[in-house]
């Protein structure tokens, strides 16, 4: 044992290593292979655990297996007290709920893996160093050696075979063949915004922006209860408002009440009881909000975590991306703006979810008259390499002051559909959006 760990504990994450496990114990046919593949008899620091996943690997790949034959196979090898026991075997079957999470459990076995790793072998390093043992050089090359070989296995364990790849192809067009021509991905509650993007489909990032006033966060709030109505989890991060302020804007749409005679306590009682039916009835929606201000992509990566684990939310809003706090200062805007920008599609595809992102345009935009263009976005290089679909409100009479106006929504990306735009309008006092030949209440 190294000078390091004999003070400190070494990266371990029993849970995961359970997890992980569990999974393979629930689904043997599919995951002991998985696993593997991706993992090593190293990943788990449980000793317990470490005996359990040797002997899945190497006698049960590929094959069914119960709680009775591994018992059994351990008590043949004199293993079975070593690997916790009986009673240990049993829990372990149904430590996890699902075995949806199998992917993430493993990366975190991963991540603790090399961080033991890269322990040993500095503290072994700078043992050596301070004791002027072996050549300096040397010490230097074996650890240039290790580095080589670690960014080799992350390689190797990002990397999946042709066919494995085709069989997950063969999937996805028949879930699309079995779909009758609808949308692959979730729908946005606007059914000409569903037909030219798809839908909000896993994987990917949405950027929506525009002039302030033109409704970004309306829409925003429009797109998360018509998901939530349907019983799809979502998360917010609200950096710009508060979660009470954001409450007021969903309980005006969803009642038609005037967001300002909310806000101000001006309601009859007809409009309070029509409050308190809306509140009833939407109060188990599967709506996450986090409104703390300052977050950091770290931050924002934990709280998705959390979401995906606990709620298994499918799509994230953020509110807005320039409010997001840099995991580190750069001196340059637009590279910040790109770390953000990069940083919401890497948890888009991590989470396998959708990130919703709100942007600003730059000031060039809003003193220029005329439909705002993708250039106009504040970091608009990285954001347009990054997103997969990138909307641009534009009022189309900007001194219009009627309670309902109409808003282009312009579609100028969409890398799995077309462009162009779609009319809506826009019925301001309660903040809500509706398809023109759609009415939207309001009183």
Known sequence: ????????????????????????????????????????????????????????????????????????????????????????????????????????????????????????????????????????????????DYNSRLFESVAATSTT??????????????SARNNKGGIPGL??????????????????????????????????????????????PVGIISLEMSRSKLAGRIVSGITGINSQKLSRGMMSDADRNEIGRSVSESSLWPLYIDDRPGLRLFDIEIQCRKWVKNHGIEVIFVDYLQLVEPDQNREIEEREVADKSRGLLNLARRHQITTFALAQLNRGAENRSGPPRKSDLRGSGSIEQDAHVIALLDRTDPGDESAIITVNCIIAKCREGREGTVPLNFNRPVTTFFEPGRSSCGR
């Open 187 to 232: 729908s946005t509650g606007f059914s000409a915004v569903d037909d030219m993007t798809g839908g909000l489909q896993r994987n990917e990032m949405w950027v929506l922006a525009g002039r302030p006033g033109s409704g970004k966060s309306a829409i925003m709030v429009n797109v998360a209860v018509h998901l939530v109505k349907a019983g799809i």
């Open 161 to 174: 075979t042709w066919r494995n790849t085709l069989i997950q192809y063969e999937q996805e067009i028949d």
């Open 1 to 144: 044992m190294t000078a390091v760990s004999e003070f400190r504990r070494m990266p371990a994450n029993d849970d995961a290593e359970r997890a992980v496990l569990s999974c393979m114990l629930q689904d043997p046919v599919n995951l002991i292979a998985a696993a593997g593949q991706i993992l090593h008899s190293a990943a788990f620091y449980t000793p317990a655990n470490r005996i359990v996943f040797d002997l899945l690997t190497a006698g049960f790949s590929h094959c069914e297996v119960d709680l009775v034959m591994l018992q059994t196979e351990l008590r043949k090898k004199g293993l079975l007290d070593k690997a916790g026991g009986a009673q240990y075997l049993a829990e372990l079957i149904n430590d996890v709920p699902t075995v949806a999470m199998f992917d993430y459990y493993a990366e975190e076995l991963i991540r603790k893996s090399r961080c033991r790793q890269l322990i040993e072998i500095c503290s072994e390093t700078a043992k050596n160093a301070w004791e002027e043992s072996g050549d300096p050089l040397e010490l230097a090359r074996r650890l240039e």
